[in-house]
């Protein structure tokens, strides 16, 4: 009895040692696991060596060879794939099923090592989830995207998880077509991963970012936008700190409150127009300019900016302001609030601003924008006040911006200097004649090539703008009374910028150019029709690409 009281402490103590050294062991384990941080990637590596893939094909199908070290050589990566097995084993010894347990046990005590089946393995991967590291912002691309595909992100600039989010977020549903071979296919999965580990990242992808379209045009752009005063939006739930919920007029809604159906500039008198609301007087305005694409743009860009500020940051309708809201706006034209400038985006965009960031930075206007928004705002309200909409005028004592007018001389430097076109009309005949001759594609290559070269000669003999020269016409092209029958001159009458007509020459190069361009598109530049002159533009696209955007173009002006 002593003796046997006297040995029971030590086994007990014996069995204590053994106990904590498991322990230990067992959390040496999990903190191994957890410091190394075992990606979805890994998981799918791991099984695919359990079926029996090749290690160099993994490592060469998984794994950037430059980042992991451990794909490096095949030998390297069979090394790291045990390494990780025998760890989730041990974890699956730790946490797993007895039964799981003891077919491990036994297969170990039979082969040396677990043999695992695809059922086998999926179960010590679900009792060894604690292995898996969850994604973070700050985890660089490759650690859970295919090489490849982090490669084509890096050259981009994306290195992270947070900056790939940031991405999609600034650049909306089209964010992948900048980035090569990622198309619209691998752009969907990579956002529906993205969308899975919000709650982890912590980030959350703009619900635009891959939505579904028509004729190129994200859905979500269909809803209208709401939008409130500044006070009242950051009380409403779910609200974006920071962030203004902003729309273009073709989506603007506004409160009934702040819509000036009710408004105190309101006229007594009879009203020309039917306008129930400011909006419904807005677009009477714009309706005027109708025939003119370019300043129907300029005002309806001037006053969504104006409406938008009263209705979000000042909080009164339209039909409301007064002269020191007025004078305020001015002020505001100065520093516009960052909330409203932003990148270029389409209006459709949700991440459309009223402002444009410049390219070096800047939020404020230049004096002379200052200016015409000033006075296309005195304009657009005289106008109200001439239907009888509105009973004054709040911008006519607000003072224009003082704007400096500098003296230009003409920047001769910008001009090509004569050896440099030369060089530039040369070039353009090596490609034409070149691609004419090449192997494979050449055809198409001189057709293009062929229509660069018309376009470029005829804006440099011409001194065309882009528009001029897009909106050139056959009818307006025909030789000048000033040459003669060996020596023709020909001249281009075009209408140009203000509605200006004015009249330009055209050179024998350009012509022959032009007539190479039209016989590509199946057109005979000299022939005669009815009314003695050939119709049509002097350029036209030959070759569409094939995305949405380019074939509506293209069949609009074709």
Known sequence: MPERASSSPEKLTSEKLSQEKLTAEK???????????????????????????APAIIARSYYDPDEDPHAATPAAMERYL??????????????????????????IKQHGRPLLTAVTFRMVTEAAQLAAAAPHPEHPVGAWLRPRIARRLKGEGIATLGELVAFCNRRGPS??????????????????????????LQLTVDIDVDSEEHDGVPLVADALVEVVPDFASERCEGHHPGRLALAPLERLAVPHALSGADGENHSTAFCYIQANHDLDAVRAYLNRFRDQPKTLRAYTKELERFLLWAVVLRGKALSDLRVDDCEAYKDFLKNP???????????????????????NGSTSLSAESQRYAVRALRTAFTWWVDVRYLGGNPCKTVNDPVAIKRERAMKIERALPAELWRKVRAELDARCAQADVGPGQGANNGVQWRAVRAAILLMGDSGLRREEAASARRENLCPSSYGTLERPVWELTIVGKGQHERTVPVSAATLSALRAHWLDRAKDFDGATEDHHQRGPLLGPVIIPWTDRARRAGAGSL
């Open 27 to 53: 959390l040496t384990q999990e903190k191994l696991t957890l410091e190394r941080g075992y990606t979805a990637k890994d998981f799918t590596a791991l099984r695919a060596y359990v079926q029996r893939i």
């Open 82 to 107: 045990n390494a990780m097995l025998d760890t989730l084993v041990q974890l699956a010894l730790a946490h797993g099923s007895m039964a799981l347990a003891e077919h491990l046990r036994a297969s």
């Open 175 to 200: 964010w992948w077509r900048s980035i090569p071979r990622i198309g619209r296919g691998r752009a969907r999965a990579i956002v529906s991963w993205l969308r899975k580990q919000q709650a982890a």
């Open 337 to 359: 609030d960052p909330r409203f400038v932003g990148e270029r985006f389409a209006r459709h965009s949700p991440r459309w601003r009223p402002f444009a960031a410049s390219t």
